[in-house]
């Protein structure tokens, strides 16, 4: 081997190493790694408890596991149509809700009244994350009957104090509007069988001579049809 061949040779030997750029592997799959695990923590945070209910209550259909009531589930089974005040009653099994509920029954159905100081602040037509569970609650239930629901907001006879709205009527329609947005959005109760509207103070259930009339007055009610 010649001087010039021997130069050229140690030339390649000494240009034999790490690739200066292999560090870029490494960090690239630390990037995916730590993008999975935040994805991860997203989903996780963000599942419906819903959601999550109703996924392992098909699963317990299908594998015919009793239910807490002791009945095997029947798939394909009809929904319920809520016919009286006592059937309300069974169904609706959260005992805190029935103690802030009042249930009547008249020509156009079963009336359930909820007080609107449970759900919203004063002169506000947003619902709180105070009241979610309360329409959670009642959301489960409609959702697994057949009754179309009517959504009416009261108020009592105190003009409202806001900007926002300019009178009592305007309120309580925002009001009922916004129950009936949160069931089909949150609780997926399908919008087909929800209509929602206000009466303001036009329709008291009790004389607004009294605070305690006032509060009374200041309720949503849910109205369930019965079939024709």
């Known amino acids: 081997m010649d001087e010039e061949e021997y130069q050229e040779e140690s030339k390649k030997i000494n240009n034999i190493g790490p690739d200066p750029n292999a560090w870029l592997v490494t960090f690239t799959d630390l990037v995916m790694l730590l993008l999975t695990f935040f994805v991860m923590i997203f989903s996780t945070r963000s599942i419906d408890k819903l959601f999550i209910r109703d996924v392992f209550s098909q699963l317990f259909k299908h594998a015919h596991i009793e239910d807490s009531s002791g009945d095997i589930p029947v798939v394909g089974q009809k929904k319920k149509i809520i016919l009286g005040k006592e059937m ?4 609706l099994e959260n005992q805190e809700v029935l103690k802030k509920i009042n249930a009547e029954e008249d020509e156009r159905g079963i009336s359930i009244s909820l007080s609107s100081d449970a ?3 004063s002169g506000e037509a947003r ?3 105070s009241g979610w569970h309360l329409l959670d609650a009642l959301g489960v239930l409609f959702r697994n009957i057949d009754n179309d629901i009517i959504i009416m907001g009261h108020t009592d006879d105190i003009p409202v104090k806001t900007d ?3 009178s009592n009527m305007e309120l309580s329609v925002e009001r009922a509007l916004a129950v009936a947005k949160y069931l089909n959005e949150r609780v997926d109760v399908p919008a087909s069988r929800i209509a929602a509207g206000g009466y303001g103070d036009s329709r008291p259930a009790f004389s607004n001579d009294s605070d305690k009339n006032r509060t009374r007055n200041r309720r949503i009610e849910f109205i369930l049809r019965k079939p024709k």
């Open 127 to 129: 619902v709180p994350l």
């Open 88 to 91: 309300l009653k069974k169904e």
């Open 119 to 121: 759900l919203f602040q």
């Open 164 to 166: 926002k709205y300019g």
